[in-house]
């Protein structure tokens, strides 16, 4: 399990900047389970999810980076809130899908010329004898403007298949799961971005802007 409380290079819990974000949020907390609770919650709507801005360079995955920002998109924000539950002592790790979300990504699946996303991350949370789900990427006020509800997290159970929205339409189906792993496997990260998406790399580029 000692793996799971360490610092990393992306879940580096060791800078101050991701020290103080952690103690910050946790002010309060008695239980370990409080405690991830807070940090969910705190990852989850303290950070605009924005999968349309990509740093893919090493440094740009860290928890510290992600801290120097308002806005982050799935990945670095399971990043962020492992490590953070790192710091105040609670085993975490990383699981990484691919996902097809039918809602608001005609945009960005038309950059991708795909309809699914690679490397949808999760953080995976040890409380009470077992590994808890939790994905922190979408927050509360995006959720109600797609008219979704968001994803709720009381430390008891998972927090991670948004299936339906308010309508009841599909909203998101998980259709790989990569395994769990205890820091960003950055390689292999990249290598399934290149071969579900080879002509956004065609530049030799690590950072994209999707926007334009």
Known sequence: MNEYLEPTEFLDFDKQIVLDFAEKNTVGA??????????YYAVRDGFQY????????????????????NRGYCVEKAVLLAACVRAVGVPSRLSFYIVRNHIATEKLEKKLQKNYLVFHGAAEIFLNDKWLKT????NASLCKYLGVD???????????????????NVFMTYLHEY???????Y???????KKHYPHIFEEGNLIYDFTK
């Open 135 to 138: 994905t922190p990427a979408f």
């Open 179 to 185: 395994g769990a792993f205890s820091d960003l496997p």
């Open 50 to 69: 924005n999968p349309y801005l990509l740093d893919l360079r090493r440094e740009g995955l860290t928890a510290s980076n992600l801290l120097t920002r």
């Open 30 to 39: 008695k239980t370990e389970t409080e405690k991830a609770v807070k940090l």
């Open 150 to 168: 968001p994803l709720e997290f009381d430390g008891t159970k998972d927090s991670i298949f948004q299936e339906y929205d308010h309508k009841g």
């Open 187 to 193: 390689e292999l990260y990249l290598q399934e971005l």
